[in-house]
């Protein structure tokens, strides 16, 4: 057990999410319990409960984090103004599948993320109004060139989301493909003003 004067060193919040995950990978997410997270990362039980009050509540950071990582990515593709902003928004959709590919291909990762959402809905819903955003500034940037229509940018993002949702589901995601593409170059064009 750890002694007082340890506890005052305590790791961060990051450095218990990395213990976290390692013991999922070890142990399972299952079967891994806050003793063997809190032996991982080195300290006391009790000083793990100062940080994540549950088992539940580790799980919902680390799916937090894993998810504001991927938005962190996709956030740097909507910034880049060396494209255009339709080849950014078929750029951000294309990337965004890829990076629910990966989770998806990280067994510890998907099990985390589906034990989150399935015990609270706000750490996806979370990460969709992230993306919804990205989406909505990449429009704006659009709409400011005079390429995109006009509107609401997060009405015109939402709208984005809904003809792109099939790139979110995990059946189509299995390799990427054409139909990617696709769907990707379909969300742009529709937003692109057409000559008359």
């Known amino acids: 057990m750890a ?4 506890i005052t060193a305590l790791p961060n919040s990051d450095r218990l999410l990395e213990a976290a995950l390692a013991s999922f990978r070890q142990l399972g997410s ?3 319990r806050i003793e063997d997270i809190a032996a991982m990362a080195g300290m006391a ?3 793990l409960y100062r940080f994540y009050p549950s088992k539940r509540a580790i799980l919902a950071a680390l799916a937090a984090r894993t998810l504001q990582g991927d938005e962190a990515r996709l956030a740097e593709l909507a910034r880049d103004r060396d494209r255009s902003p339709a080849a950014r928004l078929k750029a951000l959709l294309l990337a965004e599948a890829e990076c629910l590919r990966l989770l998806l291909a ?3 990762l998907a099990e985390v993320v589906t034990a989150a959402l399935q015990d609270s809905a706000d750490v996806w819903e ?3 109004r992230a993306l919804r955003a990205l ?3 990449v429009i704006r940037d659009g709409q400011r060139a005079g390429r995109f229509r006009s509107g609401s940018s997060e009405a015109l993002a939402q709208t984005v989301e809904d003809m792109s949702r099939p790139l979110h589901d995990p059946r189509l995601l299995l390799e990427p493909g054409p139909r990617e593409t696709a769907l990707a170059a379909a969300a742009a064009d529709w937003l692109e003003k057409r000559p008359r």
């Open 126 to 128: 979370q990460h969709r």
């Open 135 to 137: 989406y909505a500034g």
């Open 106 to 108: 990280d067994r510890v």
């Open 45 to 47: 039980r009790t000083a």
């Open 30 to 32: 299952q079967k891994a």
């Open 3 to 6: 002694e007082r004067g340890d």
